[in-house]
């Protein structure tokens, strides 16, 4: 695969994961459900340095502004573990208004 100035970029499938994308229920208004572990590891695919989104989106079936939402939720979860890791920790967590930082101890 390469890029638009021709250089190759390596791209993984989620089959490498031993996880891929299922669908795991439909709706009547057409609207599917995905699995969990499938949708977690597009997510972490498409977080790599270099990879676009909206190809990995289209090569899996699923719209890019769909894994852009899981992609945010996915971080959100991230962060928000962390901060209650560190306060578990005894770290004093600050919210400047642009997110919760560990300010320390």
């Known amino acids: 695969m390469s890029n638009v100035r021709g250089r190759s970029r390596r791209w993984t499938p989620l089959a490498e ?3 891929e994308l299922q669908v795991i ?3 009547r208004d057409g609207r599917r ?3 969990e572990k499938g949708k977690r590891a597009l997510v972490e695919a498409a977080l790599r340095p270099g990879m676009s989104v909206a190809r990995l989106a289209q090569e899996h079936g699923v719209n890019a502004n769909l894994l852009r939402k899981w992609i ?3 971080l959100l979860e991230r962060e928000s ?3 209650a890791q560190a306060a578990q920790d005894g770290a ?3 919210d ?3 997110g919760a930082q560990v300010c320390g101890r």
């Open 17 to 19: 994961h031993d996880s």
């Open 25 to 27: 229920s439909r709706s």
């Open 33 to 35: 459900r995905y699995d």
């Open 72 to 74: 945010t939720k996915y």
């Open 81 to 83: 573990n962390r901060c």
């Open 92 to 94: 004093v967590v600050v």
């Open 96 to 98: 400047c208004g642009g």
